[in-house]
């Protein structure tokens, strides 16, 4: 079992930068990637970022250039470092960890709402 817990969110103007901490626990080393999903009020949960344990990123379109990903292993936990952000950015975010030993299994946190507006 893994258990994630979110931080960092809140409310930011446009343009404004966040950092979002999600800290794992449990079976860490079941984990083969950590990442971020985002639900906008309305719309279906979308995949922000993620990286794998060796290092590999990947980004949504609409995040990539102003959104940073990253892990310190040692205290299993991700971040996701928000610059330049929009009205769009507005969602409930998820934290994501995924582990393939056997089949492919998701765990997720319960989410940090993260708004921007002026």
């Known amino acids: 079992q893994v258990q994630l817990v979110e931080s960092g969110g809140g409310l930011v103007q446009p343009g404004g930068s966040l950092r979002l901490s999600c800290a794992a626990s449990g079976s860490i080393a079941s984990i083969n990637t950590m990442g971020w999903y985002r639900q906008a009020p309305g719309k279906e949960r979308e995949l922000v970022a993620f990286s794998t344990s060796g290092g590999s990123t990947n980004y949504a379109a609409s995040v990539k250039g102003r959104f940073t990903i990253s892990r310190d292993n040692a205290k299993n936990t991700v971040y996701l470092q928000m610059n330049s952000l929009k009205s769009e950015d507005t969602a409930v975010y998820y934290c994501?960890?995924?582990?393939?030993?056997?089949?492919?299994?998701?765990?997720w946190g319960k989410g940090t709402l993260v708004t921007v507006s002026s």
């Open positions: 994501n960890a995924r582990s393939s030993i056997r089949v492919i299994f998701d765990y």
